[in-house]
């Protein structure tokens, strides 16, 4: 008996002696996590708090430490693991359920985070912050939020905590999810005043901009820029948020300081370009992003695939074309680029099946891709399933609501005479959006080519209704009274239209061709000079007007230069125009040679009946009736029905003193314009005369006279 108490008393030593050092232990390995979290080491840190977790499995403020290590490292995985430990160790800590609802949010698990946030709440209904913490997550994680449930929450606990940054942050994400910029923007600048956090500040200037709140955005990051005004990042967002507010020169301005700080970054270089686009600046937009390339590190798809689309408003499709194809084989994975290089060829394949396949896979992969279903709708077109392109068409603008997209196809069904279909485009997207002008604008065109003038009137008038001061309308009711002759209405209209669009370009021309038909050169050439300043390109569509406004200020010396540079382009139908007309401003300066080799030059790959007969005019002009001759005579071989070579060509002869020849000719004119006979039979009678067959004249001459007694009398 006694020598069993002394062995439980020896065990009874050897168990305390035992438990006593394992404390020592643990305190020591404890010791050196301290040391290792307070020098950041937070790998090693980990590895020793493992050793003290296998001596204290069942703390669970061991397996939050853990925890808190593997965040310091981004291991959010193992973090959670570790947190889910110390949550089943104490299930009723309200702090280490919110701890694990961070967790699960960060990792994308949001169906399981907001029970987490929810169960954190309920764990201590009293803790204000764990509560706000909740209604924050329902914010951000719920589709239809309760925002002044959550905001009501923030009040109460900015109360008790007025100086608490954080609820400060999550109260100013709640005004700025219910357009309240004013009460975001007050919260803000209070939370950075008290933990200077950027980040923050710069996430609600985001959230500002999401909600379409730009000018309390610009206020906040100005106010950052006051701290940081080398911060390249915020001129940058200043800069888009500028933009999105239309004030393209503020928008430079700060993506100007933002390249100055950062010469280097392709990312500012790329968004100015997009601000160069905004403002219809192409030229400056592709010199930028050209300069983004060349600083990119890698081949970027995006780029390439922007630089493209820059080069196919500047009509360089060649160029375009090249650059969507290296585009697709920097990212040959890329659905846009795949699909944006099949839309660029559609004018070049005659099989439209290729293309069709290629966008309908790209509405696989992204089935709310408007853009896809605009380009295969147009490669519907082309292949004559009309239908399937109106769906198209229909299902993009149910998403993107742009009328200009629906325009590009309905001008196309337009022209290619299918206005039915147009028109019942149009009924369908009015009814998917019976508030827009611009609808209403183009069915009314479509219906005026339809003859449905009272439904084309009602549909401009609806148009006014929507908006008064629409630019389309003004427009379309500006050709019209064109169309009428009514040129003084028409300059009214486009007149107007350019007071609220002064850089429209379509308007601008319009209404330099009414200041034509107006005999108003002064104000066409400005109006024109002002279309070349926007868009340059314009200029040899409407040399025409141009070089009239010209020859009307009796400047003709532009009007010959201007003739001669159109000449030397590469366009045929242009070279033509201004070869013809530059031919005509030479005959009437009496520079008749020079007209002649315009002419020649112009027949001389195509030849054409009419240009053999402006020749022959100027032969005769210089009398060189032999010439004159001879161009008629090629003239009637390529046209042998036009009379007036004939006759053109017997008053030649006549100056040959070729009479027979001449008599011929009028003879032919004489049969075949019953109209003109008399005037002709006189002529041939003046032909006998010089011929010596003085009976014959004078049988022309009573035939004549006997045609027009007939007409008198029956006109009676």
């Not at 610009?218 to 106010?223: M, R, T």
């Not at 896979?361 to 077109?381: C, I, K, T």
């Not at 009796?554 to 031919?583: C, P």
């Not at 790959?605 to 210089?622: E, M, T």
Request: one cysteine or more; aromatic letters at 8%.
């Amino acid at each position: 008996m006694k020598q069993q108490i002394l062995l439980l008393a020896l065990i009874s030593i050897s168990l305390c002696g035992s438990v006593a050092a394992e404390e020592r232990t643990a305190a020591s390995i404890l010791a050196l996590v301290k040391g290792y979290e307070d020098k950041n080491d937070y790998s090693r840190a980990i590895k020793e708090l493992d050793k003290v977790i296998k001596l204290s499995p069942s703390d669970a403020s061991l397996w939050m430490r853990q925890s808190m290590g593997y965040c310091h490292l981004n291991d959010y995985k193992n973090a959670l693991r570790a947190a889910d430990r110390a949550c089943e160790l104490k299930p009723k800590d309200a702090h280490y359920l919110q701890h694990r609802a961070n967790l699960l949010s960060l990792l994308g698990q949001n169906g399981k985070a907001l029970p987490a946030y929810k169960a954190a709440a309920m764990a201590d209904p009293g803790d204000m912050l764990v509560g706000c913490r909740y209604q924050l997550a329902k914010l951000t994680l719920e589709k239809n939020p309760n925002i002044n449930e959550a905001i009501k929450s923030f009040d109460e606990a900015i109360k008790k905590y007025p100086e608490n940054a954080e609820l400060l942050h999550w109260r100013a994400e709640a005004y700025a999810r219910n357009n309240d910029g004013k009460g975001c923007l007050r919260d803000a600048l209070k939370a950075f005043s008290i933990d200077h956090n950027e980040a923050a500040l710069n996430g609600h200037a985001e959230a500002l901009k999401a909600h379409k709140q730009f000018n309390p955005a610009i206020e906040l990051v100005s106010y950052a820029l006051k701290s940081k005004p080398q911060a390249a990042d915020l001129y940058f967002m200043r800069a888009a948020l500028y933009a999105d507010l239309k004030h393209f020169d503020l928008a430079l301005r700060d993506m100007d300081s933002a390249i100055k700080i950062k010469p280097n970054d392709y990312h500012c270089w790329l968004a100015r370009s997009h601000i160069c686009c905004s403002m219809q600046d192409y030229n400056n937009a592709l010199q930028n992003v050209d300069r983004a390339v060349s600083l990119c590190p890698k081949t970027d798809a995006s780029l390439l695939a922007h630089k493209s689309n820059i080069l196919t408003i500047l009509n360089r499709r060649k160029e375009a074309l090249s650059a969507m194809a290296a585009a697709c084989k920097a990212d040959p994975k890329s659905v846009y680029c795949s699909c944006r290089y099949a839309a660029l060829t559609l004018d070049d394949e005659k099989d439209m099946a290729p293309a069709i396949k290629t966008f309908t896979a790209g509405l696989r992969q992204e089935p709310q891709n408007s853009d896809f279903m605009h380009w295969r709708a147009l490669a519907f077109e082309r292949n004559n399933q009309l239908e399937s392109a109106v769906n198209d068409v229909c299902n993009a603008f149910a998403i993107n609501h742009s009328a200009g997209m629906v325009a590009e196809h309905f001008e196309w069904m337009r022209a290619h005479h299918h206005n039915g279909i147009a028109l019942a485009l149009a009924d369908k997207c009015i009814k998917e959006q019976p508030k827009i002008p611009e609808l209403f604008v183009l069915r009314s065109r479509g219906r005026l080519d339809a003859k449905q003038i009272s439904g084309a009137q009602n549909d401009l008038a609806k148009a006014f209704q929507l908006d008064p001061k629409n630019t389309d309308a003004l427009g379309l009711s500006a050709d019209l009274k064109m169309e009428q002759l009514d040129y003084d209405g028409a300059l009214s209209d486009y007149s107007r239209a350019l007071e609220l669009k002064p850089d429209h370009i379509i308007l601008l021309e319009r209404r330099a061709l009414a200041y034509k038909e107006l005999q108003q050169p002064k104000e066409c050439l400005a109006d024109l000079e002002h279309l070349y300043r926007l868009y340059p390109q314009k200029r040899r569509d409407t040399v025409s007007i141009l070089a009239w406004c010209y020859e009307s200020q009796n400047r003709k010396k532009d009007a010959e230069r201007l003739y001669r540079e159109v000449m030397s382009g590469s366009d045929r139908d242009q070279r033509s125009g201004a070869a013809l007309n530059l031919a005509r401003l030479l005959m009437n300066e009496n520079r008749t040679a020079e007209a002649i080799e315009v002419y020649k030059q112009l027949n001389k790959n195509d030849p054409q009946a009419h240009i053999h007969a402006r020749i022959a005019k100027g032969y005769s002009k210089l009398m060189n009736w032999q010439e004159a001759v001879k161009e008629l005579t090629c003239a009637i071989e390529l046209d042998s029905k036009q009379t007036s070579y004939y006759s053109e060509r017997a008053e030649a002869y006549v100056h040959l003193h070729n009479y027979k020849s001449a008599v011929d000719d009028y003879s032919v004119v004489i049969q075949r314009d019953r109209v003109q006979t008399p005037r002709f039979l006189r002529a041939r009678a003046d032909v006998y005369d010089k011929w010596g067959k003085v009976g014959l004249a004078n049988k022309d001459r009573n035939e004549a006279s006997a045609i027009i007694k007939d007409v008198m009398m029956n006109s009676h």
